[in-house]
């Protein structure tokens, strides 16, 4: 807090007396201002300034444009905002580059952000036409075969700069397992003081009533030397796995996480914090013919992850532990 000189000018017609009430209560007023100034610089503890470090929004790294950083990538999922970027007339021109219909990009379940001055990133999904059509066990047709692309583009007419398909995101549309759109994040990220990255989630789901699993997976993309670089991929930034009877009886365990970026840095890149949060819940309805009243149970474990980059992406092994669950 900045504490500023502060100057009245008398008025020369004042009574004496007057002037000297003025001083007094002048005075007094300088030194608790003065003392507040005081009382508002103490030092944060030891425990605060590391929980500052691991969430605040913004650092005093700078930017080659002195532009703050943004070191929080997000503070839990409820706080992420998605990219509402979608130019149509430039993914035209983009379908016209890749040599496939229009019609065959999934617009819905696509999405695009500016990477820079020159340059836009698209995760599109597309139909595959010539891909086999597969039965399931109940001799019943999966259906349309959907893939997903990540493209880097040329604003202005189109062209492409760099493209990688992701066979790990590839469904057909009645398979037991599907996926969201991948949802690029409003912001780019900073992976040290000059370099942007894309971040985006893609959701896998079970298609059951009884089998409770849903899985967020977070990545991070930057563009080198016209080459798509997955800096880090396919994160578990939500997970939940359980097990229910469709009604009111069920057991699930919840992973939620939160990420930013650390001060410090491992091979030129800003070390990653990863705050996670287990839950656990168990809830048993009414069952009067066998004795059991309804009932429900909670219970949290928190843990701390830091990942570092190793030259070439933020690797990590994947912990598919559960912490409540047997």
Do not use: W
């Not at 009574?15 to 009430?21: E, I, L």
């Not at 929080?72 to 496939?100: G, P, R, T, W, Y």
């Not at 000059?194 to 899985?215: G, H, M």
């Not at 914090?273 to 168990?282: M, R």
């Amino acid at each position: 807090m900045v504490c500023k000189k502060i100057i009245y000018l008398e008025h020369p017609k004042k009574s004496n007396k007057s002037t000297r009430m003025k001083k007094t209560i002048l005075l007094s007023a300088v030194l608790m201002f003065l003392y507040s100034c005081g009382k508002n610089e103490k030092p944060q503890n030891d425990a605060e300034a590391q929980y500052q470090e691991l969430l605040s929004e913004t650092q005093a790294h700078l930017s080659n444009n002195k532009k703050p950083i943004r070191k929080l990538i997000f503070k839990n999922l409820d706080a992420i905002e998605d990219s509402k970027e979608m130019n149509l007339q430039l993914l035209s021109k983009v379908a016209s580059s890749l040599k496939i219909k229009y019609s065959d990009i999934r617009i819905a379940e696509s999405s695009s952000i500016n990477y820079d001055d020159q340059t836009a990133f698209f995760v599109l999904t597309t139909v595959s036409r010539d891909k086999k059509v597969l039965k399931s066990q109940d001799d019943e047709e999966l259906g349309n075969y959907f893939q997903r692309k990540y493209l880097f583009v040329n604003r202005e007419d189109g062209s492409i700069i760099a493209e990688e398909f992701d066979e790990n995101l590839g469904y057909y549309d009645n398979e037991a397992i599907q996926f969201s759109k991948s949802h690029i994040l409003k912001d780019l990220v900073f992976l040290d003081e000059k370099t942007p990255a894309i971040a985006f989630y893609t959701e896998a789901s079970a298609k059951s009533r009884i089998v409770l699993y849903t899985e967020q997976k977070f990545t991070l993309v930057t563009l080198v030397d016209n080459e798509i670089r997955k800096v880090l991929y396919e994160y578990p930034i939500r997970l939940t796995n359980g097990d229910s009877n469709g009604s009111g009886t069920f057991q699930i365990e919840t992973l939620e996480t939160g990420m930013s970026f650390s001060d410090q840095k491992t091979n030129g890149y800003f070390d990653l914090i990863i705050t996670k949060n287990f839950s656990y819940e168990e809830a048993f309805e009414d069952d009067v013919e066998n004795g059991i009243e309804e009932k429900s149970d909670l219970k949290i474990k928190k843990e701390v992850e830091k990942l570092k980059y190793n030259g070439n992406d933020y690797a990590f092994h994947r912990d598919d532990r559960h912490r409540f669950l047997e």
